[in-house]
């Protein structure tokens, strides 16, 4: 395979679909053209190819190790990650400012895909970095801009974040990881804090592959009594870099953070991921113990900080999952193309006498292939939209613009990352079914694609808890005003699909707006119900039948523009959006069927029947 990701798909997804060339003619892209970005695309296919996928099984079956004082990793990832850097791709999206190519997000995401679908684990590195990053850039003052996100763009410190502890997941507010202030105003590096406590889970905690590691950590400060304040509102966030820089970017001494141990995990296992304790003592910065933090922002506003990393994050961990499917599907696919198995049944029934046909042929694989195709690449589509929506917020030329892509960002990001995680997992799932017990053996990757996969529905929020964002705040924020640009939307793709010269895309906007409507629908029963608790108990139910109603816009608005254009895509996205109205779209009223009624069977059943 010489191509990660079809060329023709990206293209029509890139420039037909999103109008990429678009943005070129604005200032903030002039310096770049069609041709920057599609040599951009190629070179990211080649390093993937040439430095990422070779070591993916490697990186599974080496698990990074612990001997008690160092981390190592098989050689092979600091090597990729050294080319990756070298390449320009740490800071594809940064400005030019920073040192960064200043690429639009569309372009950003197009290229890392092809390092997600070649090595996820390899990917976490740079992925964490870029985020870490731009959350400085974004938030942190000119001093720590300079001293900890300049680095990272340029690859020489990699950087994390770390919110979970060890009893502190989902509830974020309940975390105890204490920062105490330190005295001194106007400090360069800004006001300084002694952090002590434990993080758990966080993925490129230790290792060598960078000068630096920059933590950003989520803590509270103590009141005067030496008690936390409860809530999330009393979260600040630091910067807490594993070695300490002076304002001149020197690297000073060892910062008091450590490593307490390593998870071992299903999947992902190249990505190292670790507890580690903060102000431990075992480090003694400026002569004492305590890890040493600046924060960023005003005390109380960590969390509202660290979405703007989540949030990225969350497009990001769609795109990763997405990929994992993706590539699933094109291994499927090419097996499913030789494998000589079984024989069609004509009217006499099966000839024996016959050859075998590939088991490509038989229908119930062409369902498999199918369904593969229409997550994985709907998943891609829409991540890929959802980055051109950042781009929009970047340069839309006034508030109504910035509004309407900041709505439709806000409420598609739950979505841009539990729907490919579902069912893009889902997508691996079949790949191992269409290779049969080869598929559930180590010697074909379709097994691993499906391990890496499970992550993304647990990690940056649980699958429940995109559920929550959803239906407990996206869709009622500002009274329902997201969901009403979002149908505004639907409802522009149904009127193009009308207008259009092709009888089935017209055909098709009339479950997809039926599907909106149930969305709709739903969202007002839940709500008219007075009570949270029974709302709330539907959150997943709606989740994924948002999701699949989302799923089918974006199929139709890909068919539509795919016959528009007369696309050379287009005939794979008829096929997928067929299978996606015929055999997909339907669950849509039966996801929504006990919301609709107010069904309180999550609420009522005793603790004692499950
Ligand atoms: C491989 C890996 C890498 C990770 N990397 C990082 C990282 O780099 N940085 C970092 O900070 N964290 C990281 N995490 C942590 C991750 O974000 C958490 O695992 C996740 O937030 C869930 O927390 P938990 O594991 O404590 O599960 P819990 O919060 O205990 O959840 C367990 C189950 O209960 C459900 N649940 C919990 N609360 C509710 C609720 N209120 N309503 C409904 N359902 C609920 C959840 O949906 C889930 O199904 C990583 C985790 C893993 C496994």
Redesign the pocket.
């Known amino acids: 395979m010489n191509e990660l990701v079809d060329r023709r798909l990206l293209d029509f997804l890139l420039y037909d679909w999103l109008r990429t060339e678009d943005l070129l003619a604005h200032p903030r892209y002039t310096e770049h053209s069609r041709a920057g970005f599609d040599a951009m695309l190629e070179a990211a296919n080649r390093l993937a190819l040439a430095q990422f996928a070779p070591h993916n099984r490697k990186s599974d079956l080496n698990e990074p190790q612990f001997d008690g004082e160092r981390v190592t990793l098989i050689p092979e990832v600091k090597r990729a990650l050294d080319a990756f850097v070298a390449g320009g791709f740490m800071g594809m999206a940064a400005d030019a400012a920073l040192g960064g190519l200043q690429l639009p997000s569309v372009i950003e995401k197009a290229c890392f895909a092809h390092f997600c679908a070649a090595n996820i684990a390899t990917s976490g590195y740079p992925f ?1 970095t870029a985020g870490n990053a731009s959350l400085i850039a974004a938030h942190g003052s000119a001093a720590q801009v300079e001293a900890f996100a300049r680095p990272q763009v340029a690859g020489r410190f990699f950087g ?5 502890e ?6 974020l507010s309940d975390i105890v990881t204490r920062a105490v202030r330190e005295p001194g105003d106007d400090l360069p590096l800004g006001p300084r804090y002694r952090l002590s406590g434990s ?7 230790e290792h060598e592959l960078a000068e630096n590691i920059v933590h950003l950590v ?1 803590a509270k400060v103590p009141n005067p009594d030496g008690t936390l304040p409860p809530g999330t509102r009393a979260i600040s966030i630091f910067i807490v870099p594993r070695v300490l820089v002076g304002a001149d970017g020197a690297l000073g001494a060892r910062n008091d953070v450590v490593l307490a141990g390593l ?1 071992h ?1 299903l ?2 296992r190249g ?1 190292v ?1 670790t507890l580690l304790s903060f102000g431990e003592g075992r480090f003694t910065p400026d002569g004492r113990g305590g890890a040493i933090g600046y924060r960023i922002g005003a005390e109380g506003q960590g969390l509202a900080i660290m979405f703007h990393m989540m949030n990225e994050a969350r497009i990001g961990v769609g795109l990763g999952a997405a990929m994992l499917g993706y590539a699933g599907y094109r291994y499927a696919r090419q097996y499913a193309r030789e494998r000589p198995q079984g024989r069609p049944a004509g009217a006499a029934g099966k000839d024996s006498s016959q050859p075998q046909v590939p088991i490509a042929r038989h229908a119930d694989v062409r369902r498999m292939l199918l369904a593969q195709k229409a997550y994985a690449e709907g998943a891609l589509a829409l991540n890929l939209y959802c980055a051109r929506l950042v781009d929009e917020l970047k340069i839309a030329p006034d508030d109504a613009g910035r509004l309407r892509a900041q709505q439709l960002l806000d409420l598609l990001t739950p979505i841009a990352k539990s729907w490919p995680s579902q069912w893009c997992l889902e997508a691996n799932s079949l790949a191992i079914q269409v290779l049969g017990g080869y598929g559930y053996t180590r010697e074909y990757p379709v097994e691993q694609h499906w391990r890496d996969n499970r ?1 993304n529905m ?8 995109q ?2 964002d959803l239906l407990g705040r996206k869709v009622v924020q500002d009274g329902g005003a997201l969901l009403h640009r979002l149908a505004q939307e639907m409802a522009a793709t149904c009127d193009r699909a009308a207008a259009s010269g092709d009888a089935e895309a017209k055909a098709l906007s009339e479950p997809l707006q039926r599907a909106v409507d149930a969305v709709k629908e739903a969202t007002r029963a839940l709500w008219a119900s007075g009570s949270p608790a029974l709302a ?1 108990s539907h ?1 997943t139910g709606y989740l994924q039948a948002f999701g699949h109603t989302v799923l089918a816009w974006i199929w139709l608005d890909l068919l539509v523009t795919a016959c528009d254009r007369g696309s050379a895509a287009a005939v794979g996205v008829t096929a997928a959006c067929r299978y996606f109205y015929s055999h997909e779209l339907p669950h849509v009223a039966a996801w929504l069927a006990p919301a609709r009624t107010r069904d309180p069977l999550l609420i009522d059943t005793p603790e004692e029947a499950l």
């Open positions: 964490l994390t974040m770390c919110l979970s060890p009893q502190a997941g989902s509830s993080k758990m889970w966080i993925s490129g905690g989520l998870n995990k999947g992902y990505t991921n992550l647990i990690h940056e929020g649980t699958h429940g808890i559920a929550l709330l959150a």
